[in-house]
């Protein structure tokens, strides 16, 4: 089936934005939900439809999948914080929903993205991390670990529920997205404080490593995998295998913001503190890209630097 009109939720969310706006300026129509309000860059787009609502609103989640012809469920909390402070938020949010969409994913035959994560993978050493890998966890009474195995639920229910017909879902392990519009997470936390002067913090040693894809690099591989129709009923890692340590990525961002901000790393109470609230760093994480290279011969085109400096400007831009 030739898909035309797409669902997204979490459509004001980091990614579900840039993801509406590609599909519109490609000619889709795109019905979207989230709990924030519109972002008026999207109403030019005469194929946009808005709905201010929750996914919990599942008359309406149901109705909206009914009427389109694939759905990218992207509503979601992915905020390490929110993990330690918020569980039954992440656990609910997370998991209920989903069910539900994948129910009448399956009901109405219609198509299914799932945005997943490299959190999946938790502090498994088998590096880089393939996408039939295993998955290595710390306990249950860790908090930070509810995020990773609310979205290996909803992976789960995928595979049980739409993998009896071909061409039914594509489940994307996500790896440290970054870019203009972030919220929560490291790299906007170091700008924010960056511009303030203000010490940027680091809970660990500074030598834990990320792997950073750029947004459009991100959105760019969604898209060819919508009109290639590659990758069904499988799961995918998307990101860069390029590693960064944390120290490294606080450099970059006070000398790009030109700010007078120090590097603190907590001291060994601080990180005792967090230990006791459910936090445990993943020390490294490299996604295996094997299986997206090989299939859309697609590599990221944005270096750390180049993205960075992207925020920066858009930054100056916004004030
Ligand atoms: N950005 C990353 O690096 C990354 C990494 C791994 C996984 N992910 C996953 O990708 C998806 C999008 O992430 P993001 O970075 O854009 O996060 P985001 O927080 O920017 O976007 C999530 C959006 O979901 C919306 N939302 C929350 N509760 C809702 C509800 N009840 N009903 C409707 N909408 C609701 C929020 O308002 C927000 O706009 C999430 O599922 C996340 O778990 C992202």
Not at 185 to 212: M, P, Q, S, Y
Not at 248 to 271: E, G, H, N, T, Y
Request: hydrophobic content about 35%; charged content about 30%; some cysteine.
């Amino acid at each position: 089936m030739k898909i035309k009109r797409v669902f997204v939720t979490g459509a004001m969310g980091f990614i579900g934005f840039s993801w509406c706006k590609k599909l519109l300026e490609n000619g889709y129509e795109v019905y979207a939900i989230d709990i924030k309000k519109n972002n008026k860059k999207l109403n030019n787009f005469k194929k946009f439809r808005y709905f201010k609502d929750s996914v919990f609103n599942y008359d309406l989640v149901r109705k909206l999948i009914k009427q389109t012809d694939l759905t990218c469920h992207f509503a979601g909390i992915a905020s390490p914080k929110e993990y330690l402070i918020n569980t039954n938020k992440v656990i609910d949010l997370t998991v209920n929903p989903s069910l539900v969409i994948i129910n009448a994913c399956s009901k109405y035959g219609k198509k299914l993205f799932f945005t997943s994560t490299s959190e999946i993978y938790g502090k498994s050493i088998e590096l880089p991390f393939k996408e039939d890998g295993n998955r290595y966890l710390g306990s249950t009474s860790t908090r930070r670990w509810c995020y990773s195995t609310a979205k290996a639920l909803v992976e789960h229910a995928i595979f049980a529920k739409l993998s009896v017909k071909k061409k039914n879902f594509i489940i994307y392990r996500l790896f440290n997205i970054y870019g203009h519009g972030l919220e929560g997470r490291v790299v906007d936390i170091f700008f924010e404080r960056a511009r303030k002067n203000r010490d940027l913090e680091i809970f660990g040693t500074g030598r834990e490593k990320r792997c950073f894809l750029y947004i459009d690099d991100c959105i760019e591989i969604f898209f060819k995998i919508l009109t290639k129709n590659k990758f069904d009923n499988q799961v995918l890692n998307i990101g860069n295998n390029k590693e960064e340590t944390i120290l490294s990525l606080a450099k970059k961002i006070i000398k790009i913001s030109d700010s007078k901000s120090q590097i603190k790393i907590k001291s060994p109470r601080a990180k005792n503190k967090m230990k006791k609230q459910g936090f445990e760093d993943i020390l490294r994480r490299i996604p295996s890209l094997v299986k997206l290279k090989k299939t859309l011969k697609y590599k990221p085109k944005t270096s750390l630097n180049e993205g960075l400096r992207l925020i920066y400007k858009e930054m100056q831009n916004n004030f």
